[in-house]
Structures are given as C-alpha cells and as structure tokens.
C-alpha cells in the first residue's frame, strides 16, 4: 500500500491534503468536522490583530461563473479576513490542536505591516501549539486598501522584509501565501525565499468581476446598487495555479523551496498534478464550499490507488516528477510530427470539428466521405492543433497519432526525423543556432 503520509517544512500529517484558510476553516465546529472526515490538515482563517471588529458586508458575498450543466467553475468572493474576536479563535486552535495531535495546524495571519503587530500576534499563536503560520499576502480586496493582503505580496522588498521579521520572532515554521496577481510570481517567491521563509503557498485569489447585472448596470454581487472586484478561485483558476506553482518549482534561485499548491483543486487527479509540478502538498477551497469536507475520502482513495498501480510508494516518489518537463517554448521539438485521426465508429457526425477547423485557418478537414455527409483529416493541411480534440463531444474520438520516424509529412513533404533526443541543438532548431552565435 502507498504510504500518503505528509511532511511538510516538518509539519506532519496523515494525508498531503489540508484546507485552505478560508470559511471551512473559521471556527473549531468547521474544524472538527473536516477533521473528522479524514483532512490531514487545515490553515486556519486569517486572524488579524486584536482591535475593532472586521465587518463584513450583509449582501451577497459571493459571484459564480458556471459550465453549462450549472456545474460551478469560478467562483468570486469579498469577504474579508476573519471577523470572529482573536481570543476565540485562538481558545478553539489551542483545543482542536489539543484534541487532534496527529492533524496539522497552520494559522492564517494578516496585520499591518509593521514589525510591532507581527511581533505582538506570534507570541499569543505560538502558545496555542499550532504547528506554523501561513503569512496571507494573497487576499485582493477590503484588506489590501488598508495596506495589506496582495499589497504586501505586490512588493517583493515588503515580502522579505515581512518574512524576515515573522522568521525573527517565531520558531514556528513560516509559509508565505503568494497573490497571483502579479505579472512575474518568481519574484515575490524569490523575496519570500531571501527572507527565511520555510515555503511558499500558492495561490490566492484573483482579481475579478464575474458579471454585471444589465438592469441596473452594476457588478455582481452587488450591495445596494454598487460591486467591486472581488477574489475568484475554483476549478477555472487551477491552469493559473499549476502555471505559477511550476515557475517557482523550475526557477533556479528558488529549487528546493518547499511549496503548498492551491487553486481548483477537486479531486486526487488535481493534487497529483499540482504535486508532479512540484507542491509537496495542497490546499483545497472551492471544492469543499461547494461539495462538503467528505470530498476528501475520494482524494484519498484516489491518490492511494493511483500510487498503488503505478508502483509509487510515497510522495516523494511523485513530487516535483513533472518539473524537468516543463520547458521553455524554444526547446520544444519541432521535428515532432502528429496528425489527427477520427475514429468513423465513434463519430456522431456532428460536423463541430469540421466546422472549428473550417473557420479557424486550417480547412483541413473535409465534410464528405464519398459523397455522403462524413468527417476526414486532410493530411496535407493539418498542423496538429487539436482544436478539433478540443471541440469534439464524444471524448476519444479524435486523437493525434505520432508519425514516425521516415514518414512523410504530407504538409511539408519532409520526412520525419529520428533524432528527437537532441532538438536543443539540433540545427533546424532556430533558437540553437541563436544559442551558437
Ligand atoms: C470565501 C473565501 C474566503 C477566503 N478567505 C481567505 C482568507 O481568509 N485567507 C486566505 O489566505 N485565503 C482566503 N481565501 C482563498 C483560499 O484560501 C484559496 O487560496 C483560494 O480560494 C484558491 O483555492 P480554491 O480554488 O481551492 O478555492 C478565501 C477564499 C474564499 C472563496
């Protein structure tokens, strides 16, 4: 059996599944509960420093984007940080930390950003037992116009400034959570490393309007007439995730540096991925505030089996795996010839693949197969662009077959190369010759 065990920058938990900081984690009832289920962790919901309460708005908090079968795909939110009182959040960490040893325990914090507020909240944490604190520079509203949240995480100098006095004056270990709303996210990541920080987390939500409402003329949701951007997350966001989690894995000033993914992720299938592009663990919202903390079970069955059937035996067998694969786009082959195939059995005779090809720029495939209505691949033209993969409804009908090596490509008339292993300097590849000279 595959041993799915976690340790995390020394955080030990049964699973690499936690929560992320986020309504499921507010209170010790939620908690409990997800616990209960079989989560291996959780990052609590941001706390902020002691004083005024957070108020949080009474309208609706939250926008969705859906697929067409309703399933939901994005969701928006503006909620704020936590606006239960610091004390109570802290009594019930203390006590579900108490009751849940084997569980992992990581607190969300945000306070201004001045060196006396951290030192002040990082005492009363560490007494509650936590096992670390997940410095939350993603949030990117309501809070990051009093100057926290994303506009921290905006700033890579903030960044390592913030980290180096959080690592100063806590043993704990310290996870610094990334806003993806940022052009470049290796340089909040490389100034989170400078600083001391033990991870990385990522991502937090990103900016976003998911609809206005064309009677009054007003982003949703809306409160009294009036929206604002709020944070969107959910499974639309996970290519965004695994893009930036996978930079941050490949980037040399920051290898080795442990990271938590977080972004759509829904089932085992989605973890592993995040975990093959280099997260040692992950963090799930969206899926649990939609589906229930039960969720969980699947993911982990899923992800033991799969170990179980390709002979993976814990995690670092998988962790990090897909990294030396992921390139930059002038090493891709270019000698690397695919064509597609439609499978006439499978074929509903839709015509969406023709119609998708026809008007995108390749017209390369026809609409008639002796004379009767049919759907074929003209060799001669198709590039391989799958947009007819993409497009098809019946899923496996068409695929991209590999020509192989001395096959002609009808398109270009050349025939196909052996030596794919050496495409970096190979001398059709115009970037190797740049390379050269
Ligand atoms: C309603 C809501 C509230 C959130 N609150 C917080 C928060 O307090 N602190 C934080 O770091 N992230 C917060 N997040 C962001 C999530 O922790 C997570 O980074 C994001 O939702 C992406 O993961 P997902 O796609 O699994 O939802 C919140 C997300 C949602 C939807």
Known sequence: MADIRSNFVGIKSPNPFWLASAPPTDK?????????????????????????????????????????????????????????????NLREIKQVKKDWPDRAIVVSLM???????????????????????????????????????????????????????CKANTRMPVITKLTPNITDIRKPARAAHAGGTDAVSLINTINSITSVDLDN?????????????????????????????????????????????????????????FMALGAGNVQVCTAVMTYGFKIVQEMISGLSNW???????????????AVPNVTDWQFLNLNYITKARIDQDLCIKCGRCYIACED?????????????????????ECVACNLCVDVCPVEGCITMEELQPGAVDERTGKVVEADYANWTTHPNNPMAKVAAE
């Open 307 to 321: 170990m179980d059937e390709k002979g993976h035996k814990n995690l670092d067998h998988i962790v990090g795996r």
């Open 28 to 88: 010790a009832y939620n908690v409990i509960r997800a616990f209960q289920a079989g989560w291996g962790g959780v990052v609590w919901k941001t706390l902020g420093e002691e004083g005024p309460p957070v108020v949080n708005v009474n309208g609706p908090r939250y926008g969705a984007i859906y697929g067409a079968d309703r399933r939901l795909l994005g969701l928006n939110n503006i909620e704020l940080i936590t606006d239960r009182e610091l004390q109570t």
């Open 111 to 165: 306070v201004p950003c001045e060196e006396e507020s951290w030192k002040a909240i990082l005492p009363v944490v560490e007494e509650t037992g936590a096992d670390g604190i997940e410095l939350n520079f993603g949030c990117p509203h309501g809070m990051s116009e009093r100057g926290m949240g994303s506009a921290v995480g905006q700033v890579p100098e903030y960044v390592e400034m913030v980290v180096r006095w």
């Open 360 to 380: 995108t720029s390749h017209q390369a495939i026809a609409n008639t197969i002796d004379g009767q209505r049919g759907f074929e691949v003209i060799d001669a």
């Open 217 to 273: 003329f007003a982003p949703q949701p809306t409160i009294d007439g009036k929206g604002t951007h709020g944070g969107y997350c959910g499974p639309a966001v996970k290519p965004i995730a695994m893009s930036m989690v996978s930079e941050i894995a490949r980037d040399a000033e920051t290898q080795g540096l442990p990271i938590s993914g977080i972004g759509g992720i829904t089932t085992w299938r989605d973890a592993a991925e």
